[in-house]
């Protein structure tokens, strides 16, 4: 067994002092696992995302109860950016590159936070191209005028450049072609595997997400409904019959 990286405990969140959205969601992700957070929409994937990366306040919302903690460490109140010190890093929905950049560009605004200095984050850049040859090929293209694909592999590239250890993943396959959704999680898996990087990956698509997991999550209505290892809900009768050949 790893050791418990993320320990989400029994959390409450609420957006504008009164839409109550989490009702004590707890969930632990092990060092080194890929974890799928999974539900349809609405269910309460991202903001459990925003929650453990601290992006609550700008969306008007707040942890009203539970705790969550890093390696130990309680994270509730530290910023975005002093979870990016510790190693944790989101890619939110909807990919959000910067369209007039250049891919190349995106990814390397992705190392502002570093000190370790130029050399370092070239070898970092390198890093990436390697795993997405696709980005290296279009690293002179501005990024409005890439794929939809080669977008989501940009912002998971710029996570990739601040050397995270943990990668929080926001709906990668949303609006994604099949074959490139299976490209995308290909380089997920690799990137767990290889450089032993942390994924929570929130997902409406079960049956891709479950395919490239560890353990997963089935949330509803704010609440955790099922969890297990991902082979035992891929198996399980409930999940087949509500969730699969969803996305
Ligand atoms: P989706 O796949 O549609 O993004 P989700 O499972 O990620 O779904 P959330 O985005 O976390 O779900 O949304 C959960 C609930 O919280 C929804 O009812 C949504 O309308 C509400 N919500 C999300 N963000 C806000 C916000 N900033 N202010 C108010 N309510 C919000």
Redesign the pocket.
């Known amino acids: 067994m790893s050791s418990t990286l993320l320990d989400v405990n029994g959390i409450e969140v609420i957006?504008?002092h009164v839409?109550l959205?989490l009702k004590g969601v707890s969930l632990q992700v092990g060092e080194g696992r890929i974890v799928a957070l999974l539900?349809g929409?609405?269910?309460?994937?991202?903001?459990t995302l925003r929650a453990v990366s601290n992006l609550l306040a700008g969306?008007?919302?707040e942890v009203t109860k539970g705790h969550i903690e890093l390696r130990g460490e309680r994270i509730e109140k530290l910023t975005p950016a002093q979870m990016v010190h510790r190693g944790v890093v989101q890619v939110m929905?909807g990919r959000h590159c910067f369209a007039h950049l250049t891919i190349e560009e995106n990814l390397l605004t992705g190392a502002y936070a570093r000190r370790d200095g130029k050399a370092a984050v070239r070898e970092s850049l390198d890093k990436v191209y390697a795993y997405f040859p696709r980005l290296k090929t279009r690293r002179t293209s501005q990024a409005a005028y890439t794929s939809g694909g080669e977008q989501q592999m940009c912002a998971i590239g710029r996570a990739l450049m601040a050397n995270p250890r943990m990668v929080l993943l926001d709906?990668p396959s949303m609006g994604l072609a099949p074959q490139i959704v299976e490209e995308v999680f290909g380089i997920v898996k690799d990137l767990n595997q290889k450089e032993g990087v942390t994924f929570l990956l929130?997902e409406?698509n079960t049956t891709m997400a479950l395919r490239y997991a560890d353990d997963g999550y089935i949330?509803e209505n704010g609440r955790v409904v099922m969890e297990g290892s991902a082979d035992a809900l891929a198996n399980n009768e409930d999940v087949k019959e509500f969730y699969l050949g969803m996305g």
């Open positions: 957006y504008n839409i959205v539900g929409n609405g269910a309460g994937k991202t903001t969306e008007r919302g929905e709906e929130a409406q949330l």
